[in-house]
């Protein structure tokens, strides 16, 4: 009995990275805000790009809150998206080529989120991950951390509660 042989691993990740690229240039408003992600097998870190129309006071100067809410939202709707599609395109279940080609499942929807704000963001590069404490077929609970220099000193974090697509829907956009 022949077994199918493996993939090269930059295969694999290509696809993907391609994956994770569609789901995130699927969303105007991450182009807009500039935030990238940076993908370590299933763990994402979004990065809020500086642009100086960030900057919501410009006498200290400061990033603006709504930008940085925006940011760890974007983050926690991101990553809840990369952990329920990771394992459907490693298992087969959904085509990577179809995803990276726009076929995309829908992302959750934000049932309340709320923004601790720790020190003003500095006109730089930001940084957050965010660690989904519980994820279900309809509801999940998000926690997100920001921070800019040192991934010790956050400046803002956040928790969000997210409605799941149910999976009838998945494709639809």
């Known amino acids: 009995m022949s077994r199918k042989r493996p993939e090269p691993m930059q295969v694999v990740k290509q696809r993907r990275d391609a ?18 992600f940076d993908r370590r097998g299933d763990e994402l870190t979004g990065v809020l790009n500086f642009k100086d ?3 919501g006071n ?17 983050t926690s709707i991101i990553t809840l998206g990369w952990s329920n599609l990771f394992p459907r395109i490693e298992s087969g279940e959904i085509d990577a080529d179809a995803v990276a080609d726009g076929k995309l499942p829908r992302l959750p929807k934000t049932i309340d989120f709320t923004v601790d ?18 994820a279900g077929r309809r ?13 010790d000193k956050l400046f803002a974090q956040a928790t969000g509660h997210f409605l799941m697509p149910p999976p009838e829907e998945d494709g639809d956009g």
């Open 139 to 151: 509801y999940a609970s998000v926690h997100v951390a920001a921070w800019q220099d040192h991934h």
């Open 19 to 36: 994956a994770l690229a569609a789901m995130v240039e699927g969303v105007p408003f991450i182009r807009f805000l500039d935030i990238s």
């Open 53 to 55: 129309d960030h900057i």
């Open 58 to 74: 410009p006498m200290l100067p400061a990033i603006h809150g709504g930008v940085t809410a925006a940011f760890l939202e974007v």
């Open 117 to 134: 704000y720790l020190r003003s963001g500095l006109p730089r590069d930001a940084y957050a991950r965010a660690t989904i404490s519980r």
